[in-house]
């Protein structure tokens, strides 16, 4: 089943100073985050922000071409967590046909952003991800960093996030 999310914000790893994407389930208030490259965190905040550039950046790029060929991002799945590693669909509607496009997380959710397609997790990956967090709390003891860090996460509101700088 999948579960429609939207990007509550943007944020930096305390400890690897490594930006993180948010992703909030619309109706319930399970959280997703993903860690992500600077430039496509970038991506993400200038869309967020409302920034506007001369010229058109890659994500733009994409957005310009896909439509210049009669297409459409239809949406965006976040569907599977293998090894630590977060994946991700693009469906793309040309035509009468949809295309199922590979592509990571942080650059399927910059292109949703600027085309105004809906975002979804597939409900395994909430899974996982549980999953995945209690196999670490097995193999080791929980640091205090990393305590302090699951309750940041726990306990998530709208005012902790501030302007991503760019």
């Known amino acids: 089943m999948l579960i429609k999310v939207e990007v509550f914000g943007l944020t930096m790893d305390p400890v690897s100073n490594s930006p993180i994407v948010i992703l909030k389930t619309v109706e ?11 430039l496509e965190a970038t991506a993400i905040a200038s869309v967020l922000e409302d920034v506007k550039f001369s010229r058109p950046m890659t994500h733009d790029l994409l957005k310009i071409t896909i439509e210049t060929l009669g297409a459409k991002v239809e949406k965006v799945v976040v569907c599977d967590l293998r090894e ?6 693009i469906y793309l509607k ?6 199922e496009i590979d592509a990571r997380p942080s650059d399927a959710i910059a292109l949703a952003l ?3 397609a809906p975002i979804f997790v597939d ?6 991800t549980k999953e995945a967090v ?20 726990e306990n998530l ?3 902790d996030f501030g302007k991503y700088k760019m």
């Open 28 to 38: 319930g208030e399970e959280a997703l985050p993903i860690w992500i490259g600077i």
């Open 84 to 89: 630590n590693t977060y994946y991700a669909l």
């Open 94 to 99: 040309a035509g009468d046909k949809v295309y």
């Open 114 to 116: 600027r085309t105004d």
């Open 123 to 128: 409900e395994k990956v909430f899974t996982k």
């Open 134 to 153: 209690k196999e670490t709390r097995k193999d080791q003891s929980t640091s205090d960093e990393e305590k302090k860090w699951e309750e940041i996460l």
């Open 157 to 159: 509101s709208p005012e």
